[in-house]
């Protein structure tokens, strides 16, 4: 609350506003956070059956959550789906409108949790794989968040930071990118060995005045994320009775899928060769989706009808959901 109340007044100061003019509230995120915000006992989502205190739609007032707006303003948190598919998938895929030549899609959202969807004229599928916090540089031995003097891109040419600042260490897309290179170079083996750290940017030359460097324990992070998805995108296509080829398109949605190369996600495996002209970034989702609802009663009944045809996968139940997971570990 207190980090939201300091952006809150950051706006408010920028438009020459008072925390009385804050009427109303929409929050998106992902179900564990929203039980923080609400003060709700997030503890039931981390045991089976994975059950959350709530999914629904919930209403407070300012006051309630002590938030720097008008004590009686109007709080909407949109719901989720279950205790891993949050209410940031939610605003996200239903602030997305394809294409009428797109009529199966996948919807991938990269975080500590890979949450997807598959969304065919039939069927609305997600799930949510414990793919680690690779994807977000968290255990990774020089792991960043993609700040500036984060190494963001890899190529055989050398490494681009965020702000071309000296390299500080590396964030998601730059992992990817390194892993894919050194793949190709055969510095990495198909089944993820790498003898020695390699060094991305040498101490003379870092933000840090230490090597930034790439471990064999960094590529053993990626390969379990990486295979997670994989497997996960595999259930969901397995449930829906399709093949990745019968796929129109692949949103990637967060930060992190809106910079990663193609290629890299392709050469790592994290997504399949067939879905190369495919993909589509398409940024902050959730954000885009938590905009809309504040603004438009009617994206209220599109978030609904979302709800109701949704199915929720349970991969842990799924019984060949570990066989494609060891199938997808290999680079």
């Known amino acids: 609350i207190q980090a939201i109340n300091e952006q809150i007044r950051g706006f408010l100061s920028d438009h020459g506003l008072k925390e009385k003019d804050m009427v109303k509230v929409c929050f998106a995120g992902n179900t564990t956070m929203l039980h923080f915000l609400l003060e709700e006992d997030p503890g039931p989502i981390a045991f089976a059956p994975y059950t959350p205190r709530f999914t629904a739609e919930q209403h407070r007032r300012g006051t309630d959550l002590g938030l720097a707006a008008h004590e009686g303003a109007f709080v909407k948190?949109?719901?989720?789906?279950?205790?891993?598919?949050?209410?940031?998938?939610?605003?996200g895929l239903a602030a997305l409108k394809p294409g009428d030549a797109v009529r199966n899609f996948l919807f991938i959202d990269l975080g500590t949790n890979g949450e997807l969807a598959l969304v065919t004229p039939d069927r609305q599928l997600c799930c949510a794989?414990?793919?680690?916090?690779?994807?977000?540089?968290?255990?990774?031995?020089?792991?960043?968040?993609?700040?500036?003097?984060?190494?963001?891109?890899?190529?055989?040419?050398?490494?681009?930071?965020?702000a071309n600042a000296p390299a500080m260490g590396l964030c998601g897309s730059g992992l990817l990118d390194v892993i894919s290179v050194l793949l190709d170079t055969g510095q990495i083996s198909a089944t993820g060995e790498m003898e020695q750290d390699f060094i991305l940017a040498p101490a003379a030359e870092s933000g840090t005045g230490e090597n930034v460097v790439l471990s064999p324990a960094d590529v053993r992070e990626l390969q379990l994320a990486k295979a997670a998805v994989a497997a996960g995108i595999k259930i969901l296509l397995k449930f829906a009775g399709m093949d990745a080829s019968s796929v129109d398109a692949v949103y990637l949605a967060g930060g992190f899928g809106n910079y990663i190369k193609t290629e890299s996600a392709i050469r790592t495996g994290l997504l399949d060769e067939c879905f190369r002209e495919k993909i589509i970034p398409i940024g902050n989702a959730s954000g885009t989706g938590a905009l809309t609802a504040l603004k438009s009663e009617k994206f209220d009944s599109r978030i609904n009808q979302l709800l109701e045809k949704m199915e929720y996968i349970e991969l842990s139940s799924d019984p060949d959901f570990v066989t494609e997971y060891a199938m997808s570990m290999s680079f």
């Open 77 to 91: 948190v949109l719901p989720s789906i279950s205790g891993y598919v949050g209410a940031d998938i939610v605003a």
């Open 129 to 162: 794989t414990a793919a680690g916090p690779a994807f977000e540089a968290s255990n990774i031995s020089c792991g960043m968040p993609a700040v500036k003097g984060a190494v963001s891109g890899y190529s055989s040419e050398g490494y681009q930071t965020i």
